[in-house]
């Protein structure tokens, strides 16, 4: 495996491109797009982007976390979805376990790890390069070190003191992966290396996947996470497969959307698209408050319909996407105005999960190949919880459950674990394909809602749609908005009677938007990155000699 030239090229030429990256660090954006230029595909790229973001942004995702990844194949045209969101555990519950809260507790919200078992999937079935071939820019760059952003540095500072009250091995552990060379918490302006990491992913690369699913790593994994109150065992590794599957479709105005089916959670998304497609069009050109408030209501009504729906059967599911439906809940939205009510979900609410941390990037390429993937740690670092001689962080993504009796998101041993997130591939009537999805707990639904909208009937680039101001629901009347929204605006949301808390310009709470595209010739690729990370995107600048493989 050689070394990959990582430098930034800058602006390329229209003709020269022959895909684009889109992901929150330039690093794993350039990654990516270094492996188009090596003549991998998008389904090479987005595994190489996946392992370069554990190394640059740790905070977010790794191998050990979970995630979901939507593809379109060029070849046969269809789209299928990869879920590695593995099941809860098969000794779970840990003994003396009550309440939600206590899965933020040690390392009990432990799971099994998904991601690299997906990305292992992803390039077994589709992909035209090894996985070992794609490991290796990260690898560098773990060994190489980085320069950490102002934004990184942030999370760094914030989740040493999370991590402290957890304990002080935890801190120990976190501190040996992630130190400036003095032992301090690492700060803007730091190289850091992770040599641990680095030696991870080259032994994954010479021995393969199962040296983490039952192997060396995997044990280690185990044993440390059982001292510390987790269920995970070697045979939850060992057992571990990701699953195929169909996707779900809806259409709105000229696009088919197509995103993962139940148990994940993004149908939301869908049908708060299907609602606002249903309204009145003298609505949706009103004045900026009533175009806000409709589109407010809509992702409000389709929020409540997911937490009275969760984990809905196929039969449920075309239910809910009826007409008669859908116009019953129109009709609702137009009369009411405002269907006041939660959002989230959680029966027993932990706030620690507010800060919650996922990434999603997306990848296309000029045969028309299209991904998107969204995977998670769950809160920042996961669990805080080290494998500081392996360079892994173990996640908490457990605690995105229920212990509720009554609710069909409760943990069972071997059961499924519903997570809020939605990676989506959409194709439009002219034949553009557009790879999109965004980080943000239960704000994820809402945020791509609001950039499709922006996109599609405001007619604005992807880019600006990704940059427009946006708003997060909160459980009752409560909107959070950034403040980029003129004060006029918000005076009017506020008559409507949204209750208006003002963020931030530019606020991470509704997400972190990166998405690609190509249009049908394969020659034209657009995309965008969020300005709220330190996302970038990148365009590949192949030679005429570049063939797909």
Known sequence: MTRLDLSLHGVVPLDGRCGAVAAAHPIAARVGATILERGGNAVDAAVATAAALNVVEPFMSGLSGMGVAVIRIAETGRLHVLDFVPPVPEEFPPPGLRRRADLLVGARAVGIPGNLAGWDEAVRRFGTLSLGDLLAPAIGVANDGYELSAFAGGEFRAAAQTIAAKGEEFLGRWLRQFAD????????????????????????????????????????????????????????????RPIWREPFIQNYRQLRIHVPPPPCEAFQFLLGLKLIERLPDERLIADEATWLHQLMGAIRLAAGERIRWNLPSADQLDRLFESSHLESLVARLCAEGIPEGPVEHALEPVSDLREQHTTSFSAVDRDGNAVCVTQSLGSPFGSGLVMHEHGICLTNLLAWGDLHPGDPKRLIARGPLALPIAPSVSVSSDGTILAMGT???????????????????RGVSIQQAISAPRFRLMDGRKVLVESRVPETVLAGLSAFGHDIERASDWTRLVGGVHAASVDRSGRAF????DPRRDGAVVFAQCSAATSMR
């Open 181 to 240: 060379s003095a032992g301090e918490v690492a700060r803007p302006g730091t190289v850091l290396r992770q040599p641990a990491l680095a030696r991870t992913f080259q032994t994954i690369a010479c021995d393969g996947p199962r040296t983490v699913y039952g192997g060396r790593v995997g044990q280690d994994m185990v044993a440390l996470a059982r001292r510390h109150g987790s269920t995970l065992s070697v045979a939850d590794l060992e057992a571990y």
């Open 526 to 529: 657009d995309g965008g990155a």
């Open 439 to 457: 980080p943000g707990s239960y704000g994820i639904p809402q945020t791509q809602t609001q950039v499709i909208v922006q996109h599609i009937d």
